[in-house]
């Protein structure tokens, strides 16, 4: 009976020690293929993002014209398409991107951030609209509650046709498991385009911020309705050295920045950025002497000499300089003013002279500029000066920091927004200044 017993102990550990085989044969099958699946879904999920973000970074890009548009591109579609079957995913196998006009794999559409209801969940909403995009006059609530306003990207990638070869786990039919063989995997990205914030080098063009209070309206919108003169007595800019490593800045490191090549270093969104406020007379000399003898010198840093300002060659600029500046915070505590976006703007005048007992003289009044001119010919006594200036001003609706007619000062510059297509500069993330980023980011 001891013997019996004995031998009946090494039959039940036999079957024990095969069953346990089995289950650990059984349990590293689904670990090798469960981490193939994940692999084949990561190289999916990587040709996902391509094409969402080749997508959403060609929204606004007319490939044709080679130039940047209004309207949104349906080549988009096709070119996010391009990028994403460019990867494989798993044993080499091709990406599957469906196009079908705006309701296949890649779909064009529009993001919504819920900001303005304070929602937590974010959507998506495909549309396949090319009607043109409006950003001025507009503030970012209503731009992210618009869905015609065409922000994003979708992307869908899949391996349906050609699923994933699972490598062990068939061997789990020996147990009674079916349609283990392969595996269809996919995935899905969002990649939105929204506007200017952190900025490459060479992005913005003189070391000028605009205060971002000054260029909006009563409501938050960015307003192409007024123009702005910096430097009065009420903050409407400040000058800037582009470091972000301290808040001051003194006129022996703006200078050199004149009639330079930009910022030589790349600009963070949301950091502080070092600035001053005032004339700084020295600084304000050269400004202007970049504006009227700056011809053919490349002062923005594209390889390009910029294109004459006086095209009448009387001395004195009769088309307005666009320049590109980053926008600040200028109602920011501690001395210090964040970085918020970029903005183009068309330099419509300066001027730099001395009273006459106490007096303005308007010896440096424009005549012309921009399309308009002056309505007396040739101004000869101060009197026709200020003529031509009171005009000026009302043609471009030029205003003082505190909203009031901008007066004729001494020493200050005039510009107004340039609300037309811009070359979209930076990274996603800034507020609405009238630029798109140049590079999307994922959302989802």
């Not at 952190?198 to 070391?207: A, F, I, T, Y």
């Not at 950091?271 to 001053?276: V, W």
Request: charged share 15%; hydrophobic share 40%; aromatic share 6%.
């Amino acid at each position: 009976m001891t013997i019996r017993h004995g031998r009946d102990e090494r039959g039940a550990t036999a079957v024990i020690v095969a069953i346990t085989i089995a289950m650990l044969i059984g349990i590293g099958a689904l670990a090798v293929d469960i981490g193939h699946l994940y692999l084949a879904r990561n190289e999916l999920q990587a040709a996902a993002d391509a094409c969402a973000l080749r997508g959403a970074g060609m929204l606004y890009f007319d490939i044709a014209a080679t130039k940047y548009s209004t309207t949104p591109q349906t080549t988009a579609n096709e070119e996010g398409r391009a990028a994403g079957i460019a990867n494989t995913a798993g044993e080499k196998g091709a990406v599957e991107i469906t196009l079908a006009g705006n309701t296949g794999d890649v779909q064009r559409g529009h993001w919504n951030f819920n900001v303005h209801t304070g929602l937590l969940a974010s959507t998506f909403n495909e549309n396949p609209s090319t009607a043109p995009t409006v950003l001025w006059n507009r503030s970012d609530e209503e731009l992210d509650a618009d869905t015609n306003f065409i922000n994003a990207v979708k992307c869908v990638t899949n391996r349906a046709s050609t699923p994933v070869t699972n490598i062990l786990a068939p061997v789990l039919g020996l147990f009674g498991g079916t349609g283990l063989a392969t595996s269809v995997v996919r995935a899905q990205a969002v990649a939105v385009i929204g506007f200017a914030g952190s900025l490459e080098p060479q992005s913005v063009d003189q070391p000028f911020g605009i205060c971002a209070d000054k260029i909006v309206d009563s409501d938050g919108n960015y307003t192409c309705e007024a123009g702005r003169m910096l430097n009065d007595t009420n903050q409407t800019a400040m000058w800037t050295t582009f470091s972000q490593s301290t808040c001051s800045a003194s006129p022996n490191t703006i200078q050199p920045l004149i009639c330079s090549t930009g910022n030589d270093q790349s600009l963070v969104l949301g950091q502080d950025l070092a600035s001053t406020n005032g004339v700084v007379n020295s600084t304000l000399v050269d400004f202007r002497n970049c504006w009227k003898t700056g011809l053919n010198r490349d002062t923005n840093g594209d390889g390009v000499n910029d294109a004459t300002l006086d095209t009448d060659g009387d001395g004195l600029p009769n088309l307005p300089w666009v320049l590109t500046l980053p926008v600040i915070d200028c109602l920011a505590t501690g001395g210090c003013t964040p970085l918020v976006g970029a903005v183009t703007v068309k330099v419509v005048w300066m001027v730099d002279q001395a009273k006459l007992n106490g007096a303005q003289k308007y010896d440096e009044a424009p005549t012309k500029m921009d399309g308009w001119t002056c309505s007396i010919a040739a101004p000869a006594t101060g009197d026709e000066r200020q003529t031509c200036w009171n005009e000026f001003v009302a043609h471009f609706n030029l205003l003082a920091a505190n909203n009031t007619t901008a007066p004729f000062a001494n020493k200050s510059t005039y510009f107004v927004p340039d609300c037309t297509v811009q070359e979209p500069v930076g990274e996603t993330g800034g507020e609405n200044f009238g630029i798109l980023a140049k590079y999307p980011k994922l959302v989802k």
